[in-house]
């Protein structure tokens, strides 16, 4: 196992992910796994990227994940069966890092979000019905300052920052930006994580 995945394991167990706040508002329960691995001795994170046509988040890229089924036990449940139905993860090779805060959707979900390292010669067999594409990007890449930038959004009569990464011609976005931005700043000042981002 790389550095970085055993202090990343150690800074989410410090610090678990929070839950969402909003008194009033009920939102439906998602969860998704934030899939990283080792590639030549790097850390790289897993994407998807969903077909044009489906009804929500249509072409959009995200990690393996969705609602939480009533068989689900937990959310960690719903994130492991959810890698496993779209893209082919078993469940038994995720080593689960901890968890990062919730985040809510404008689709009206809360997400909650796990890190996991999964193999990095793992076959995947993703649902040609949920998943267009798997897009392997290092994390070195990500955290280049050219490659992320922040617009300031309106909506429901307040300003939001929306978060954007590129990556060739894929360019990641809304909650899946948001839960990067996360993990990014749990992952600050550990020495592996510097190293990387700034080599």
Do not use: C
């Not at 929306?162 to 990067?180: E, M, N, Q, S």
């Amino acid at each position: 196992m790389l550095p970085l995945f055993a202090e990343l394991r150690e800074r989410l167990r410090e610090r678990p992910g929070r839950a969402l706040n909003l008194p009033g508002l009920r939102l439906r329960e998602a969860s998704v796994l934030v899939p990283m691995f080792e590639r030549g001795g790097e850390p790289w994170i897993l994407f998807t990227k969903r077909p044009s046509t489906l009804r929500s988040h249509a072409g959009q890229i995200s990690f393996p994940g969705g609602g939480r089924d009533p068989s689900d036990e937990t959310p960690l449940h719903t994130a492991l069966r959810e890698s496993w139905e779209e893209v082919g993860i078993p469940p038994e090779s995720v080593d689960v890092l901890g968890m990062l805060d919730e985040s809510p959707t404008v689709t009206q979900y809360r997400i909650q979000p796990f890190v996991g390292v999964i193999p990095g010669d793992l076959d995947y067999r993703p649902s040609a019905e949920e998943i267009d594409l798997l897009i392997e990007v290092p994390l070195a890449h990500l955290l280049r300052p050219q490659a992320s930038r922040r617009e300031i959004w309106k909506h429901g009569g307040d300003e939001h920052v929306v978060y954007f990464f590129d990556y060739g011609p894929h360019v990641i976005w809304g909650a899946t930006a948001r839960i990067l931005v996360d993990l990014f700043e749990r992952a600050r000042g550990l020495p592996s994580f510097e190293e990387v981002r700034s080599p």
